[in-house]
């Protein structure tokens, strides 16, 4: 069999009611076109068995892959639609009709006019309309988070006005899959800001859902801060306002265990143990969530960061009396130097030992965090 030109992939979780539609649709749309459509899907509905009944009939090609134990959500969808299409061109889109598949001929005309990688469908370019957003709080968290984005991006969405948006063309070979880490709805904030693409517009009107229910709800509003808090500062600063959360913590601790009548240097010993423990728990939770299954068990992580956190605290002490004694050092300054340099020693060891993942390169985007490949998302052009 060979590959079609394109893969029109459609991320599904409990549409059965709209399937029928929207396949008449894309085939009425790509009338001519060696296309296919892929659905991803992690129902837990009949929709599996309503794509099969479908795909029995319809006009055009049409596969699915159902995710038992699905990762990364509607963005893992994507992920895994497009690293199955052999197409050189895939479009995007939701299955419940808000994206109107008669613009997908469009959208393919433009990559070819202006020799794009990627072009997007937007509702906020001219002529666009966020319309079928269930209602005006929707609207407006959309347009004022699509606003501020666009600002923390300055370079990699300068000609794009709806990164949000879940319906685009793209080309295949333009993405290295492997570099993105889905998480949540905003696929296509994370291929952008990730990658250095040429983008290209159009138009379009988002409309209302044809059938079936939203799946949109605060807890995606939360993955989608995390998705920018990592996209824009990355692994090293979650790590740092975790080590910064836990001085104070530290600090905190000792206060109270004084006061209840604790000598200095014993109250001192339990609050940095105690602090090691929760950055550790925090850290699994926070920095390092995609990297926990990849490598050593948890005992042994856990071995690993209290070990090196406590030899780290020993080396640092005799050091920094050292450099004020012997090297005639400022206190102040030499104390801001020695917690600088154990605490680029202690991200480099975390990322490049404790989790380090089996049998594989380190992830891409460790490197990037710890400086080693430029992007956006770390280098700040
Ligand atoms: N495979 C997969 N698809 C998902 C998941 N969550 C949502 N989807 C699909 O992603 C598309 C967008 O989800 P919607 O619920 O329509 O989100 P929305 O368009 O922002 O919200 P509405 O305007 O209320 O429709 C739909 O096709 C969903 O079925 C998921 O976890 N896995
Ligand atoms: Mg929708």
Same mark, same amino acid.
Request: charged share 20%; with cysteine; aromatic share 8%.
């Given at each position: 069999?060979?590959?079609?030109? &394109?893969?029109?992939?459609?991320?599904?979780?409990?549409?059965?009611?709209?399937?029928?539609?929207?396949?008449?649709?894309?085939?009425?749309?790509?009338?001519?076109?060696?296309?296919?459509?892929?659905?991803?899907?992690?129902?837990?509905?009949?929709?599996?068995?309503?794509?099969?009944?479908?795909?029995?009939?319809?006009?055009?090609?049409?596969?699915?892959?159902?995710?038992?134990?699905?990762?990364?959500?509607? *963005?893992?969808?994507?992920?895994?639609? /497009?690293?199955? *299409?052999?197409?050189?061109?895939?479009? $995007?889109?939701?299955?419940?009709?808000?994206?109107?598949?008669?613009?997908?001929?469009?959208?393919? %005309?433009?990559?070819?006019?202006?020799?794009?990688?990627?072009?997007?469908?937007?509702?906020?370019?001219?002529?666009?309309?966020?319309?079928?957003?269930?209602?005006?709080?929707?609207?407006?968290?959309?347009?004022?988070?699509?606003?501020?984005?666009?600002?923390?991006?300055?370079?990699?969405?300068?000609?794009?006005?709806?990164?949000?948006?879940?319906?685009?063309?793209? =080309?295949?070979?333009?993405?290295? /899959?492997?570099?993105?880490?889905?998480?949540?709805?905003?696929?296509?904030?994370?291929?952008?800001?990730?990658?250095?693409?040429?983008? %290209?517009?159009?138009?379009?009107?988002?409309?209302?859902?044809?059938?079936?229910?939203?799946?949109?709800?605060?807890?995606?509003?939360?993955?989608?801060?995390?998705?920018?808090?990592?996209?824009?500062?990355?692994?090293?600063?979650?790590?740092?306002?975790?080590?910064?959360?836990?001085? &104070?913590?530290?600090? %905190?601790?000792?206060?109270?265990?004084?006061?209840?009548?604790?000598?200095?240097?014993?109250?001192?010993?339990?609050?940095?143990?105690?602090?090691?423990?929760?950055?550790?728990?925090?850290?699994?939770?926070?920095?390092?969530?995609?990297?926990?299954?990849?490598? =050593?068990?948890?005992?042994?992580?856990?071995?690993?960061?209290?070990?090196?956190?406590?030899?780290?605290?020993?080396?640092?002490?005799?050091?920094?009396?050292?450099?004020?004694?012997?090297?005639?050092? %400022?206190?102040?300054?030499?104390?801001?130097?020695?917690?600088?340099?154990?605490?680029?020693?202690?991200? $480099?060891?975390?990322?490049?030992?404790?989790?380090?993942?089996? *049998?594989?390169?380190?992830?891409?985007?460790? &490197?990037?965090?710890?400086?080693? &490949?430029?992007?956006?998302?770390?280098?700040?052009?």
């Amino acid at each position: 069999m060979t590959a079609p030109d &394109l893969t029109v992939v459609v991320p599904t979780f409990n549409e059965a009611p709209n399937v029928a539609e929207l396949v008449r649709q894309v085939a009425d749309a790509l009338d001519g076109v060696d296309a296919e459509v892929l659905f991803v899907d992690d129902s837990r509905d009949d929709t599996p068995d309503v794509i099969r009944e479908v795909a029995a009939t319809a006009t055009i090609p049409v596969r699915l892959i159902h995710r038992d134990e699905p990762v990364g959500g509607l *963005s893992g969808a994507v992920q895994a639609g /497009l690293a199955d *299409s052999a197409a050189p061109w895939c479009v $995007v889109m939701d299955g419940d009709l808000q994206h109107p598949p008669a613009l997908i001929p469009a959208l393919l %005309a433009t990559a070819r006019a202006e020799d794009a990688d990627v072009v997007v469908a937007s509702r906020y370019t001219s002529d666009g309309s966020a319309g079928g957003l269930a209602n005006a709080t929707r609207r407006m968290v959309s347009s004022v988070s699509t606003s501020v984005t666009r600002a923390m991006f300055p370079v990699r969405l300068a000609d794009c006005s709806d990164p949000m948006t879940g319906f685009f063309a793209v =080309r295949r070979e333009a993405v290295d /899959l492997g570099r993105l880490q889905p998480r949540g709805f905003k696929i296509l904030l994370e291929i952008l800001a990730r990658h250095r693409l040429r983008v %290209a517009e159009i138009p379009f009107v988002f409309g209302e859902r044809f059938a079936g229910e939203s799946k949109a709800s605060f807890a995606q509003g939360m993955r989608f801060l995390a998705q920018l808090a990592a996209l824009r500062f990355g692994r090293m600063s979650r790590f740092a306002i975790i080590g910064g959360f836990g001085a &104070l913590v530290n600090i %905190a601790l000792v206060a109270l265990l004084t006061g209840f009548g604790l000598p200095y240097l014993a109250a001192a010993i339990v609050a940095a143990e105690i602090t090691i423990v929760m950055n550790f728990l925090l850290q699994e939770r926070f920095v390092f969530a995609d990297l926990r299954h990849e490598g =050593r068990s948890t005992a042994r992580r856990f071995a690993g960061s209290f070990a090196f956190n406590n030899v780290e605290t020993a080396v640092r002490m005799p050091l920094l009396v050292l450099l004020v004694s012997s090297a005639h050092i %400022a206190a102040v300054p030499a104390t801001a130097v020695t917690l600088l340099v154990a605490f680029v020693a202690r991200f $480099v060891f975390h990322a490049r030992v404790v989790y380090r993942p089996r *049998s594989r390169r380190v992830p891409v985007d460790a &490197l990037e965090d710890v400086g080693v &490949l430029p992007d956006e998302a770390s280098s700040g052009t």
